[in-house]
């Protein structure tokens, strides 16, 4: 009988021992897609389900996006279209019309910081109130399609039940128009097309869908040595292939030290992870020799969500265009 309480024993010690994380590991999904910014330009992706979630389209225009995180209440241009803000400092809104002289304006657009992007529309209002109280500036909007160019208004007013608040129009008086956006805690951003009358346009798939997207947005020059810009805004600011982040959900590091293969569940969990909004393409890289979009040889993202570590790496990248490319992605749960 001796020997069967050792082995009872034996039994329950081992079922109270955690799960080594390296059992049976499962390999690397590859999940293909195309960025592009004539067709598709953004594509978020989920590392939990290994799939691309959502793929947006040109098509789906928006000029104005909103934050929707509790407390946070920045407002941002769209970076592929062109556009920018001009801050009149003047508070009453009939004021700016027609007449209102547009030549030598210091026109601006978002500017991009290490990780992040400052908002040209600044802090907009007094954001100590649950419903922060709107400085009442006027803005001038300035958005070019084509040849044409068009100028319209557009006041942040005092936030309301927790939303936004906005008064858009031109500068005719041809559109006037006040409209609530409201916040959505599902979603990053709630993104706003702004014609005769704004509406709402679904860009992103919920938070709980996709960990991190990839697409094209503002950046510095100097942050992008090997990285050619779609587009030049200044001397300093392009427009680039970003990788943007679901930071209510997930933190990252990039690793280039070791290769994708080396990296386990161990190796992951002392890495130093940063909640980031976006970082450069850092997945693939120019070949200026070639002209052409080659993969990052030695560069991965490891991704933590909760408690759980995932590993991203560019197995394979071919240009499309100088500018669009065909990407073959590994996703490795770790």
């Not at 997207?213 to 600011?237: C, E, M, Q, V, W």
Request: proline residues 4%.
């Amino acid at each position: 009988m001796k020997y069967w309480f050792y082995i009872l024993l034996c039994i329950g010690l081992v079922s109270c021992l955690e799960k080594d994380p390296l059992i049976n590991p499962p390999g690397a999904t590859e999940v293909f897609f195309e960025l592009d910014p004539k067709s598709t330009n953004k594509v978020f992706l989920s590392v939990e389900n290994k799939e691309v979630v959502k793929q947006c389209s040109v098509d789906s225009i928006w000029h104005l996006k909103f934050q929707n995180g509790e407390g946070n209440w920045a407002i941002f241009l769209n970076p592929s279209l062109d556009i920018s803000l001009y801050n009149t400092e003047i508070t009453n809104y009939s004021e700016i019309d027609y007449t209102y002289v547009l030549e030598d304006l210091e026109w601006v657009r978002d500017f991009p910081l290490s990780s992040t992007v400052l908002p040209s529309f600044g802090t907009w209002g007094d954001y100590s109130f649950n419903n922060p109280k709107s400085f009442k500036n006027v803005y001038l909007l300035r958005a070019k399609i084509g040849l044409n160019l068009s100028y319209y208004k557009i006041q942040i007013l005092d936030a309301v039940g927790g939303n936004y608040r906005i008064r858009f129009g031109k500068l005719d008086g041809s559109v006037d128009n006040t409209y609530l956006v409201e916040k959505n805690s599902n979603y990053t951003h709630s993104y706003i097309y702004l014609g005769s009358k704004p509406r709402k346009v679904s860009i992103e798939p919920p938070l709980d869908q996709w960990e991190f997207a990839l697409g094209y947005g503002l950046d510095s020059i100097n942050n992008n040595h090997n990285r050619i810009p779609t587009k030049y805004i200044n001397d300093f600011i392009g427009v680039y292939q970003l990788i943007v982040t679901n930071k209510a959900k997930v933190k990252l590091s990039i690793v280039d030290d070791i290769s994708f293969e080396e990296i386990d569940y161990f190796y992951a969990k002392n890495l130093d992870f940063m909640g980031y909004d976006q970082i450069p393409n850092v997945l693939a890289e120019y070949n200026f020799d070639r002209n052409i979009y080659e993969a990052s040889e030695n560069v991965s993202l490891v991704i933590k969500k909760d408690n759980l570590y995932y590993k991203v790496k560019a197995s394979n990248v071919s240009s499309i265009s100088p500018f669009a490319v065909s990407m073959l992605l590994s996703i490795e749960s770790l």
